[in-house]
Each structure stands twice: as C-alpha cells, then as structure tokens.
C-alpha cells in the first residue's frame, strides 16, 4: 500500500507564492516519475509538472518560468515551488507518482487558491 500526503496548499494574493510538498510512503519502490496535476472547478485535470528519478523536468506551458518542481530520492518527496501566482492557478493540486514497472498513485489533493 502506497500513501501520498500533500500538503502546502492555501489562499494566496495573485503575485504570491505557495510551496506545496507531497510526500510518499508505505510499499514504495523505486519511484520513477514523480508530478503535480491540478483540477480547477468545472475543468478537467491537467498536468502542471514532472520530475523522472534522473531529474529530468518537464512544465505545462501555462506554469513555464513561475513554477519548479524538484524532488528529494532519499525522502520520497515531491515539491512544487509556485511563483507569481495568477487567479488561473487556483485549483485543486493532485500529487502523482509512477514506479518503475508502471504502478500509478494520487494524493487525495490540496487546495489553492489566488485571490486578485
């Protein structure tokens, strides 16, 4: 069994920023790719970011330049460095992770919101 925990989340002015963090246990083995989606009302879920486990990066185009993600091995944890936040950013945000030989996991989410 495999649980992730965000936590991170909140109400922010539109300029600000939030760092949300996800972190994994249980029956973890091998992560290989590790990510952040989001769900805003009425809106299907998108990704926003992820990391593999050789630190490759990859952003939606929405987030390129505000957001970072980076991830620590040895903690099994994900972060999400969010900058200049924008009202379009609020959302719920869902960690993600996939192990090495495809087993998919979400958090139950965290909520953000930006107020302008």
């Known amino acids: 069994q495999v649980q992730l925990v965000e936590s991170g989340g909140g109400l922010v002015q539109a300029g600000g920023s939030l760092r949300l963090t996800c972190a994994a246990s249980?029956?973890?083995?091998?992560?290989?790719?590790m990510g952040w989606f989001r769900q805003a009302p009425g809106k299907q879920r998108e990704l926003v970011a992820t990391?593999?486990?050789?630190?490759?990066?990859n952003y939606a185009d929405s987030v390129k330049g505000r957001f970072t993600i980076s991830r620590d091995g040895a903690k099994n944890t994900v972060y999400l460095q969010m900058n200049s936040l924008k009202p379009e950013d609020t959302a719920v945000y869902y960690c993600?992770?996939?192990?090495?030989?495809?087993?998919?996991?979400w958090g139950k989410g965290t909520l953000v919101t930006v107020s302008s």
């Open positions: 993600n992770i996939i192990l090495i030989g495809g087993m998919n996991y």
């Open positions: 249980g029956s973890v083995r091998s992560i290989n790719i």
């Open positions: 990391i593999t486990s050789g630190r490759s990066t």
